[in-house]
């Protein structure tokens, strides 16, 4: 008689399906090698575990440093930067109307006109300059028309323009538990006065 409650039957192993020998494992992949629940393999091996061997408080020093690690021969693929209370902020750059919004459709529409006057100019005999510059004058033209569209199709709710970027206000450089003593001491020996690189010229 089968079991009323399938849950029960699948974790203590289900006669007749290939694949599965009982506990929380799932049936083989096409590999071969069975699927296994998270925390099935009793969690990750020590060499995957990560240490904080220096923290900072901008980007362009935790990238030295690992910068400083690599140049002393350090295995940094096993090193990380990790950004933590990650912030997003959007600088206002300016006013957007309409008529900006036309210019920027115009320079966007340009740069694509000219792509496409090379693309015919090359197979062109003659004055292939023209054909560019036809080209270059036709997606500035549609390229202006489409942004000043696009600009009062917003009915005036984003009148500006930004630039979004992820801040964070602490970077810490990470490296598998294994190597934690040598980055440790490389990156210690980048704060004495005078220390150079390891191999540097003298």
């Given at each position: 008689?089968?079991s009323?409650?399938?849950?029960?039957?699948w974790?203590?192993?289900t006669?007749?399906?290939?694949?599965?020998s009982?506990?929380?494992n799932?049936?083989?992949?096409?590999?071969?090698d069975q699927f296994?629940?998270?925390g099935s393999?009793g969690?990750t091996?020590p060499?995957?575990a990560?240490?904080?061997?220096a923290s900072?408080s901008?980007?362009?020093s935790a990238?030295?440093?690992?910068?400083?690690?690599?140049?002393?021969?350090?295995?940094?693929?096993?090193?990380?930067?990790?950004?933590?209370d990650?912030a997003?902020?959007e600088?206002v750059?300016?006013?957007?109307?309409?008529?900006?919004?036309?210019?920027a459709g115009?320079?966007t529409g340009?740069?694509?006109?000219?792509?496409?006057?090379?693309?015919f100019?090359?197979f062109?005999?003659?004055?292939w300059?023209?054909?560019?510059?036809?080209?270059?004058?036709i997606?500035a033209?549609?390229?202006?028309?489409?942004?000043?569209?696009?600009h009062?199709?917003?009915?005036?709710?984003?009148?500006?323009?930004?630039?979004s970027?992820?801040?964070?206000?602490k970077?810490?450089?990470?490296?598998?538990?294994?190597?934690?003593?040598?980055?440790?001491?490389?990156?210690g020996?980048?704060?004495?006065?005078?220390?150079?690189?390891?191999g540097?010229p003298?």
């Amino acid at each position: 008689m089968m079991s009323r409650n399938p849950t029960a039957a699948w974790r203590s192993g289900t006669l007749g399906v290939p694949g599965v020998s009982g506990g929380n494992n799932l049936p083989a992949g096409p590999s071969g090698d069975q699927f296994r629940t998270p925390g099935s393999d009793g969690g990750t091996g020590p060499g995957n575990a990560t240490v904080t061997v220096a923290s900072y408080s901008d980007y362009p020093s935790a990238q030295s440093a690992v910068d400083f690690l690599s140049d002393n021969q350090f295995p940094v693929e096993r090193a990380a930067i990790v950004g933590t209370d990650l912030a997003l902020v959007e600088t206002v750059l300016g006013r957007m109307t309409t008529a900006r919004a036309a210019l920027a459709g115009a320079a966007t529409g340009a740069w694509f006109g000219l792509f496409i006057g090379l693309l015919f100019g090359i197979f062109t005999v003659g004055n292939w300059w023209a054909v560019i510059l036809v080209g270059l004058a036709i997606g500035a033209v549609w390229g202006a028309i489409f942004g000043a569209i696009a600009h009062s199709m917003t009915g005036g709710r984003r009148d500006f323009t930004s630039a979004s970027s992820l801040r964070a206000s602490k970077y810490a450089v990470t490296v598998d538990a294994t190597f934690a003593d040598q980055a440790r001491q490389l990156i210690g020996r980048m704060n004495w006065p005078g220390q150079q690189p390891a191999g540097a010229p003298g």
